[in-house]
C-alpha cells in the first residue's frame, strides 16, 4: 500500500541554524500538507500546497517558514534560523481530491526536529 | 470554544466496552475525519466522513455527523486494549483553500 515517507526521523540542530525537512507524499496525489505537534500538544496545520503553490497556510507558518515541491515527488519543509520553540514532530500528509474538495490525508511517522 | 474540541479529554473503559467520543466545531466545514495517535508516534486515518453524510461505519467504529449542531462522534464497540491511543477529530474546512484543524484529542484508555 502506498505510503507518505519521512526523512529524517529525527534532527537535532542548533538555535539560529536552517533545517530542511523532506517528504515523499503519495505519488498520484495533488494536495500536500505539513503539520507540527510540540510534545504532549495537539496537532497544529501549518501550510497546505496545490498546483504548486500555498493554497492556507497559519499563523505559525512566518517568514522563517518555505514549503517547495522541487521535483515531481518530493515535498520539503524549511526552516530558516530555527528556534528553541521549534522543537517538535512535524508531519508531513498528502490526498487527492476530487472538484476542490480533499480527500483523507494521509500521514507521514513524522521527523522530530530537536533544537539545542 | 476552539475549532474541533473534543469531549472527554481521557476516558478509561474495560475491554469489551464501547467507548464514545464527541468532537464540536465552529465553521462551515467540506469533511471531518477521525485519526488515532498511539503514544509519541504518527497518525493513522480511521474515517472521513463529508458535510453531506450523516453516518459512516468501518468495522467496529461508527461516526455521525450533525452539521446542524456543528458535532460529530466516533463510538467505538467492543473495545479492545489495543484500541488504546489518543483519539483526534480534524475539520477540512471550507474556506476555499485547504486547511484542516485538529482537536486536542481524548485519550482513551481500555483496560484488559
Known amino acids: 500500500e502506498p505510503e507518505v515517507t519521512q526523512t529524517p526521523s529525527h534532527q537535532v540542530t542548533q538555535m539560529g541554524q536552517e533545517v530542511i525537512l523532506r517528504c515523499v507524499p503519495i505519488?498520484?496525489?495533488?494536495?500536500f500538507y505539513w503539520y507540527r505537534q510540540i510534545l504532549g500538544q495537539k496537532v497544529e496545520f501549518l501550510v497546505s500546497f496545490y498546483n504548486n503553490e500555498i493554497s492556507e497556510k497559519s499563523e505559525i507558518f512566518d517568514d522563517q517558514f518555505s514549503v517547495e515541491r522541487p521535483d515531481g515527488s518530493n515535498f520539503t519543509l524549511k526552516i530558516r534560523s530555527t528556534k528553541l520553540e521549534d522543537s517538535a514532530m512535524y508531519f508531513c500528509?498528502?490526498?487527492?481530491?476530487?472538484?476542490?474538495?480533499?480527500?483523507?490525508?494521509?500521514f507521514g511517522p513524522g521527523t522530530r526536529l530537536t533544537v539545542l | 470554544s476552539q475549532q474541533g474540541e473534543e469531549d472527554p479529554q481521557a476516558l478509561s473503559i474495560q475491554e469489551g466496552e464501547n467507548a464514545t467520543m464527541n468532537c464540536s466545531y465552529k465553521?462551515?466545514?467540506?469533511?471531518l475525519q477521525w485519526y488515532r495517535q498511539n503514544s509519541g508516534r504518527g497518525l493513522v486515518h480511521l474515517i472521513l466522513i463529508r458535510s453531506n453524510e450523516r453516518e459512516k461505519h468501518s468495522g467496529r467504529l461508527r461516526v455521525t455527523l450533525d452539521t446542524s449542531k456543528k458535532s460529530s462522534s466516533l463510538l467505538i464497540t467492543a473495545s479492545r486494549a489495543a484500541d488504546t491511543a489518543s483519539y483526534f477529530c480534524a475539520t477540512d474546512l471550507n474556506t476555499g483553500g485547504f486547511k484542516t484543524i485538529f482537536g486536542a484529542g481524548t485519550r482513551l484508555f481500555v483496560k484488559a
Open positions: 500528509a498528502s490526498s487527492d481530491g476530487v472538484a476542490g474538495v480533499v480527500d483523507t490525508q494521509y
Open positions: 465553521t462551515s466545514i467540506n469533511n
Open positions: 505519488s498520484n496525489h495533488l494536495y
